[in-house]
């Protein structure tokens, strides 16, 4: 006989333990199902041990940037304090228990097992039975897409979860995939003294962002040391034991201790029994609407939804399908500001459309990029200055519909852009306001200059 609840939210990454917690807190009965642990990728695997291991590579890079501005530095890299943070602090040893107890203690009922669809409303969890008065909430995520290399299958290469769980830093890495988890990876654990190979197939690292971007990482990396290869196809991957070979198309052969296939996600669908609902149970992604609905009773948020694999998208989709759950009525889903930062040295932040996309939608763009070296505070930080910004105008509207932010502390910069184009701030009126001197952030106004004189 199925267990009757109010909702059943399947899967509590970050997009479904904030749909299930705010449910139960609003008196709901929900039950909450989780296969692995309650927080899912980004706190265990994602976001947090990435930042801490960025955080300690970023540490050492500054260290080593003392001569010549101020002193002299000994510097002895050793990963084992961010091992020791990620298991200790970040993780609890992959253990969700506190997780679990927030949850429960909110009055939520959680299931620890492998849920499926079985119809409208209706939840099968290892061969246990729920029914959801008001509905079923999707929050599976997303798992990483292996690429079709011959030979890659068998071997034993990581993934995201391997490098973040790592107790050493390998001697030497090549990372196959040079998108925002191969460039943030490669060059935490470069500057830990590993031998990184970056191998990306399109022309250019992070090729969803700005062409200049991608440009100046590679540089920024190629200077550390790091070993850039981009418009390269791996043909065959081997390994003997001890060391990865990967083949690239024009022949060459790379080699490593490890390696690590950063080459993109894909949702967590499959075996879900979308079938049972009446929808496609191979699409790529769950197709919801502004409000989160799946289909009646079903909504869907985060990774699963393919509107961009970030923990602020799953999160801001999540409040909004609380609400929709609720039936209280709100602003539905709007991804014309959604910003991206990418946690490499220089941080690479991004928002809304690249001069590309926007030209592809026929807007008149006009464009003004300034350089942050030549700014002010670039020129006094000095080394580690590099960085940009570029501006993408609706030029028949005078507004910003996309901006870009590279530099040090570029993701912060990046906060006024995303006001900008979020409220659509009208470019005459961000060029006759104050930009506070010498901060980063003031290239803003060089470009906002730029893209008047352009
Ligand atoms: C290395 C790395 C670094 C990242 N860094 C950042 C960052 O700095 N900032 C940022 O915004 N984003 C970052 N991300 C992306 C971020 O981790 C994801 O966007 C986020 O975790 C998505 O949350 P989610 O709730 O949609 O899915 P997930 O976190 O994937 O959670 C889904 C959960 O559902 C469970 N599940 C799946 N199927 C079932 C089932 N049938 N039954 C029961 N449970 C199920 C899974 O076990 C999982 O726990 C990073 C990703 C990676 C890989
Ligand atoms: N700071 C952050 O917010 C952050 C950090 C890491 C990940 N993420 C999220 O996680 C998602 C997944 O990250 P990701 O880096 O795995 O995916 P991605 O889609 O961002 O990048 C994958 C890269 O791999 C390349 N690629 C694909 N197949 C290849 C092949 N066979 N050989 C060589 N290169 C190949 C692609 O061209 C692309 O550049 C990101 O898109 C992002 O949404 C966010």
Known sequence: MAQETDVVVIGMGVGGEHVAERLAEEGLDVVGVEAELVGGECPYWACIPSKMMIRGGNLLAEARRIPGLAGQAQITADFAPVASRIRDEATDDWNDQVAVDRFTGKGGHFVRGHARLAGAGRVEIDGRQFTGRRGVVLATGSRPQIPPVPGLDPVPYWTNRDATAAKENPHSLMVLGGGA??????????????????????????????????????????AEGITVRTGAQATHARHDGDTFTLTLDGGEKLTAQRLLVATGRRANLAGLGLETVGLDPDARALDVDEQLRAGPGLWGVGDVTGRGAFTHIAMYQAEIAVRAVLGTPGPGADYRALPRVTFTDPEVGSV????????????????????????????????????????????????????????????????????????????????????????????VEEALTALRSS
């Not at 988890?181 to 191998?199: I, N, P, Y």
């Not at 006001?419 to 506070?436: G, I």
Request: overall charge negative; hydrophobic content about 45%.
């Open 181 to 222: 988890v191969g460039v943030e990876l490669a060059q935490a654990f470069a500057r830990f003294g590993t031998a990184v190979t970056l191998v990306e197939a399109a022309e250019r690292l992070l090729p969803a962002e700005e062409p200049e971007t991608g440009g100046l990482l590679a540089e920024v990396l190629a």
């Open 352 to 443: 809304g459309l690249s001069e590309a996309q926007a030209r592809e939608r026929g807007l008149r763009v006009r464009t003004g990029t300034a350089q942050v070296p030549s700014s002010a505070r670039g020129w006094i930080h000095k080394v580690g200055n590099e960085g940009l910004i570029k501006l993408v105008e609706d030029a028949d509207r005078g507004v910003l519909v996309g901006a870009t932010s590279v530099g040090p502390m570029g993701g912060e910069v990046l906060y006024g852009l995303v006001v900008a184009v979020h409220a659509e701030v009208p470019v005459d009126r961000l060029r006759h306001m104050m930009y506070a001197y010498p901060t980063f952030h003031r290239a």
